[in-house]
Each structure stands twice: as structure tokens, then as C-alpha cells.
């Protein structure tokens, strides 16, 4: 997969979380709450200032990152579901 997003975007890949709580019930998909946290794969050059000139991203490509719950676009690439958002979608990066 090769993907470059333009500008101050980034491409996120949300991770799954635990399908069972810590007593061991098993959570059905339709119960699970939307993964806020997410691997970057992918990072735009990043936005331009007034002057013209591109002002870099914080984050980087590797970065674990926390991202609002309904934040950014859900899109499918090679059969894999990604989230493109803005970099100021992101709350924070972990680690």
C-alpha cells in the first residue's frame, strides 16, 4: 500500500482493543466503542502558513497517537480500514 496525504494530514490506523474485559466476558463488535488511539502510517508535508511557507507535523510516521472519538474519514485501502484526519484532530502521542 502506498499512500501519501496532502497537506496537514495524516493517515491513522486504528488499533482494536481487547475483546474480553479483565473478568473475561466477551464483548460483541456492535457493543465496542470506536478506538480512539491509533499507529500513524503515513504523514502529509504539512500545512502552509501566511507567509507560504510549510509549517512541519509534529507527528510521525511510527507515532502512537489519541485522536476525538468521531474524529477524521473512514476509508478502506487494499482491504484495510484507515482514518485520514487533519494533525489538529490529534489530542496527543503516546510514548
Known amino acids: 500500500m502506498k499512500i501519501r496525504p496532502l ?3 495524516v493517515v ?9 474485559t479483565p473478568g473475561g466476558i466477551i464483548i460483541p463488535d456492535t457493543a465496542k466503542e470506536k478506538p480512539s488511539e ?4 503515513a504523514v502529509g508535508a504539512g500545512a502552509r502558513g501566511e507567509d507560504g ?12 497517537i489519541l485522536y ?8 478502506k ?5 484507515l482514518l ?3 494533525e489538529s484532530d490529534i ?5
Open 7 to 9: 497537506h496537514d494530514r
Open 84 to 86: 485520514i484526519m487533519k
Open 53 to 64: 511557507r510549510v509549517v512541519p507535523m509534529d507527528v510521525r510516521k511510527g507515532d502512537r
Open 68 to 75: 476525538g472519538k468521531w474524529s477524521g474519514t473512514e476509508v
Open 77 to 81: 485501502i487494499d482491504g484495510e480500514d
Open 12 to 20: 491513522v490506523r486504528p488499533l482494536t482493543s481487547d475483546e474480553k
Open 38 to 41: 491509533g499507529e500513524v502510517i
Open 91 to 95: 489530542m496527543g502521542v503516546i510514548g
